[in-house]
């Protein structure tokens, strides 16, 4: 079991050629997928293992050893267990008895910021949301002060109704809820194109 304070954990397929964003890797190709999910990766790490404060944690399928550029993901991680996202999540509920946060490995604009904001936002709040402009979340993290319900049934996962779903099962029970910056998670081609002409033109 996981113990230590603020722990962030990157939910990510392994980017293994053919593997990664099979959606996208139809306009991008593997190989550009694989190096773009790496990329992320590698951005996510920069910015959290340099800060002792955070216990950075790869929750990893399938179970395979790899390398990133500059980084072996052989220690330090938890493989996924479910078959929804949400079971995947609250899956980690039961390995990780203190606050933590999870994030993809698709959201190239993630800052130390906002995953600081987060786990300020879960000193008052049970569940901190990022939502995401596709009507989904690219982060949801849970303080653990106390026991609260699985608030991912009945989700419509693959829809525009998740994060609707998820804010009516945390009404629903009860559950207090804060939100962290919204971002752009990158499944489809669309989401890439808005990605790149935001970047190029910031």
């Known amino acids: 079991m996981v113990v230590m304070n603020k722990n962030i954990i ?5 980017p293994i050629h053919g593997f990664s964003k099979s959606r996208l890797a139809q306009h991008l190709g593997n190989s550009n997928c694989k190096r773009f999910t790496l990329t992320n990766i590698e951005s996510i790490k920069k910015n959290i293992l340099n800060k002792r404060t955070f216990n950075l944690i790869f929750y ?3 179970f395979n050893k790899f390398r990133s550029f500059s980084f072996s993901f052989s220690n330090n991680n938890i493989i996924q267990k479910g078959y929804s996202l949400g079971d995947k999540i609250w899956y980690l509920k039961s390995k990780i008895s ?16 906002y995953l600081s904001l987060a786990f300020k936002i879960l000193k008052t709040k049970d569940v901190v949301i990022g939502p995401t402009y596709d009507k989904g979340f690219w982060l949801i993290g849970f303080s653990n002060k106390k026991a609260v319900n699985n608030p991912f049934k009945g989700i419509r996962w693959g829809t525009v109704d998740v994060l609707e779903d998820l804010l009516k099962n945390l009404k629903k029970y009860n559950i207090k809820t804060g939100y962290c910056k919204k ?3 990158i499944d489809i081609f669309d989401d890439y194109c808005d990605y790149k002409l935001r970047f190029k033109n910031r």
């Open 183 to 185: 971002l752009r998670d």
């Open 98 to 113: 203190k606050s933590f946060l999870v994030v993809g490995s698709d959201i190239p604009k993630i800052k130390l910021k």
């Open 60 to 62: 990893l399928t399938p």
């Open 10 to 14: 990157l939910m990510t397929k392994i």
